[in-house]
């Protein structure tokens, strides 16, 4: 018999040993040409392994692997989780084998791949579907595999809407008992529903999993689920009701007094040892114990600070590295005074890692492959935070303490967004465009604001301290944040502002697509990753970084070029097997190639290396200018402020270098003044020379040869009319006189001359 499917899709459906070849063919057609995704209850089928069996030539014939959303591997791993125990016993077991077996060994031989998109604000990969399914039904034919109906039928009406009538095929399967694509004919079986998922025992109404018959209906404990994370997310909208009023405090405690935390009902003393910090907020005291205090200022204690402080505390938070508050502290009279706290250690990014100098100081061992490791490392714990519903906020470099790449303190968490209660502050550096200007303690972030601050802090890292909209002779960064105007290229999409120096050379040495294409895509105004909606997500930065991390470890990139391990590579990267071989010509014998070369040419020797003058590191002589190496020149040697105009200028390594090396004093005022100053000298010694009152003018300049050439044609024109009158009195002198009109007419003549 005949079926019509999703997408005007006929296939002939039929049984017995035919069937195998029209597997087979329909494998073929899709894996030829099409885009294939799958979705979680589809990867959960019992016959799913059959399916991948068969699949797996066509795959690997068409290099053309099964497409798995990030969000669908964040379903399994919920579903393995099975933290509210909502879920079958057999679809946890299928996770588990999933994402420890099946999935691994898929993905090392290349038979899916996993995409990293924005996980959708209702905590379901449908969205996921629906969006990339929109987004590219006019350029690839699609196939989604899912056991789910409704996501079918939501699938199959984009088929249905008239803007996309012309575009490419898009097709529904799932996948049956004997591990077949089965065509979905959009009949949704006739089930009742239950509110207790413990009371499921068919497989038909499983969570997104199930056998054969499901045709995926989504249980109705799955269905609660999802209305219930709406819920949550729209109520996550809107800020907290509480008061920011003041709260009352006597006497806020101070080094060497006590305060008093609750534990178990019974209050226990603590004694405030050294201060160790401090800052707009409040102070941090050391406790004797392995936590430290932070003590409010008065004009902070709130009460919405003090319930925000209470909610984080009612949260299961326990991850090494993120300082969560452990317990409120009050004073003698019981007043709400601050936290206690965890331990951080090491030194902030700003000043480990963001200056090249200091990075080769703290870390003098670091190559590209720590950097990496260190990104991977603040991912992690950004992830555990986002699992919880928890926004950093204020992401930046004052607030991650690092000791080495794989140990890393979150600080200031008490500034952490969570359920109603927003951060209240920002980093306009890591400030989303759509929310820069606002007020934050007005609006509750999203995953979208923050994932722009994720990509700027990890753009910083690889290029270290480098912000992703710095440019020659840029605007404003936030000018330039606002407009999306990035500087760096990918491939031939350049504005040519990028900055000059080391930076250039760093981003030529990153992978394109994990690299370069993510950054380009979410900082580039326009491109795919730049709106809001349509961010990398953490998960996606991770698997691009562990991709990064494998070529630098795997020695791919060290045949390539050696100087991509490095971190500050002092050239763009060269793409040879032999770094060494400068000739582009190479000559084939039996089996090799090998560089031709030049019968009698000389090796090329190592160049000299002298300290630079400012970091004291040894560098080829060919990188010092004036003895200074790139990496220190635009050091700031000092502050000065201008003779001239008043304003504040700086004078860097460089160029106190030159003025040393030429013997000339420092400069005392700022460069545009000295530029106008250099202006009217110049002027000054070209002003032309007055002329001599001879009637033949002595050329002096060009400005004089364009003078005298003007003069000389009004002279002519003069001439002329002189000649004119005369002609004129030589008529009168018939009537007047010989004398009289000669007298007349040359008295007029020469006053004209």
């Known amino acids: 018999m005949r079926k019509d499917v999703g997408g005007g899709e006929r296939v002939r459906v039929g049984t017995g040993r035919n069937m195998k070849e029209r597997q087979e063919k ?6 030829k040409d099409w885009k294939v995704f799958i979705d979680t209850c589809s990867l959960l089928k019992e016959a799913a392994p059959t399916f991948w069996e068969r699949a797996r030539p066509y795959i690997l014939k068409y290099n053309n692997p099964v497409i798995v959303p990030e969000r669908v591997l964040h379903e399994l791993q919920k579903i393995y989780r099975n933290a509210a125990g909502v879920y079958d016993p057999v679809d946890v077991r299928n ?64 088929v249905n809407q008239r803007s996309v009538q012309r575009g490419k095929k898009i097709h529904v399967r799932r996948i049956d008992g004997g591990g077949n694509l089965f065509p979905q004919d959009g009949k949704k079986p006739h089930t009742k529903r239950t509110d207790s998922a413990r009371a499921q025992t068919d497989g038909d109404r499983r969570p997104h999993g199930g056998h054969e018959h499901t045709a995926g209906q989504r ?31 006597a006497h806020i405690p101070i080094e060497g007094e006590m305060v008093f935390r609750v534990q178990n009902g019974v209050p226990e003393r603590i004694r405030l040892g050294k201060e160790i910090g401090k800052g707009g907020e409040g102070r941090i005291y050391e406790t004797g114990t392995p936590y430290v205090a932070k003590i409010y200022a008065r004009d902070c204690l709130t009460v919405r600070r003090r319930e925000k402080i209470r909610r984080m505390l009612s949260c299961s938070i326990s991850c090494a590295g993120i300082c969560w508050p452990i317990a409120e502290l009050s004073d003698k009279s019981g007043n709400f005074v601050g936290y206690l706290m965890p331990r951080a250690q090491g030194q902030s990014l700003q000043i480990a890692v963001f200056s090249p100098r200091r990075l080769q100081r703290f870390f003098p061992h670091w190559k ?37 790449a794989t140990e890393v303190y979150f600080v200031d968490t008490d500034s952490y967004q969570i359920e109603g209660f927003p951060c209240p502050v920002g980093t306009p550096v890591y400030t989303a465009p759509e929310v820069q200007g606002q007020p934050f303690s007005s609006f509750l972030r999203t995953k979208g604001n923050e994932a722009f601050a994720i990509a700027t802090l990890l753009f910083r890292i690889m290029l270290p301290g480098k912000t992703p909209y710095s440019q020659q002779g840029g605007n404003d960064l936030q000018e330039n944040i606002a407009r999306g105007d990035f500087s760096y290229p990918c491939g031939e999409n350049s504005n040519r502002r990028a900055p000059d120096g080391p930076w250039r050379f760093i981003w030529s040495h990153l992978p394109r697509r994990a690299m370069k294409e993510p950054f380009y895509q979410t900082f580039r105004k326009g491109e795919v990753h730049y709106e809001e909606c349509d961010r990398l997500d953490v998960n996606a930065w991770l698997a691009n970084l562990r991709e990064y991390k ?33 000739s582009p010509q190479q000559t084939k014998t039996w089996g090799h190639s090998t560089p031709h070369t030049k019968s009698g040419a000389k090796q090329s020797k190592s160049p000299e290396k002298r300290p630079c003058r400012v970091c004291k590191s040894e560098v080829p ?79 002096q300049s060009d400005h004089a040869e364009e003078s005298s050439s003007f003069e000389t044609v009004i002279g002519i024109g003069i001439g002329l009319f002189g000649t004119v009158i005369i002609g004129l009195f030589e008529t009168v002198i018939g009537v007047i006189g010989i004398g009289i009109g000669l007298a007349i007419a040359y008295a007029v003549v020469h006053f004209l001359l």
């Open 368 to 404: 590209k492959v720590d950097l990496v490791i260190l990104c991977i490392t603040i991912l992690e714990k950004i992830k555990y935070l986002h699992d919880h519903d928890i926004l950093i906020g204020d992401l930046n470099d004052q607030n991650i303490l690092v000791v080495s």
């Open 621 to 699: 002589v060919t990188q010092l200018d004036h003895g200074v190496c790139s990496l220190c020149r635009g050091e700031i040697y000092e502050w000065k402020q201008c003779r001239t105009c008043g304003s504040r200028f700086r004078i860097t390594a460089a160029e106190h270098a030159f003025f040393v090396d030429k013997g000339l004093a420092q400069p005392e005022n700022c460069r545009e003044c000295r530029e106008e100053r250099k202006k009217e000298r110049e002027v000054g010694r070209t002003i032309p020379q007055k002329n001599t009152p001879s009637r033949t003018p002595l050329p």
């Open 95 to 158: 996770a588990e084998r999933c994402l420890s077996e099946f999935l691994p060994r898929y993905q090392q031989e290349n038979l899916l791949e996993f995409r990293g998109e924005p996980v959708d604000r209702e905590g379901h990969a449908d969205n996921v579907f629906i969006t990339q399914f929109t987004r590219h039904r006019m350029t690839y034919n699609l196939l989604l595999i899912t056991q789910d109906a409704d996501l079918g039928a939501d699938i199959r009406n984009l």
């Open 550 to 582: 494998n070529l630098l470890t795997n020695g791919k990139y060290a045949e390539q070029d050696a100087l991509s391990l490095e971190i500050f590579p002092n050239r763009y990267k060269h793409i040879e097997p032999n770094a060494d071989a400068k």
């Open 219 to 249: 249980p109705a404990s799955q269905r609660t689920d999802s209305r219930s994370s709406a819920m949550t997310t729209a109520q996550k909208t809107v800020v907290t009701a509480i008061a920011d009023d003041p709260l009352p405090a």
């Open 26 to 31: 329909l494998l073929d057609m899709y894996f």
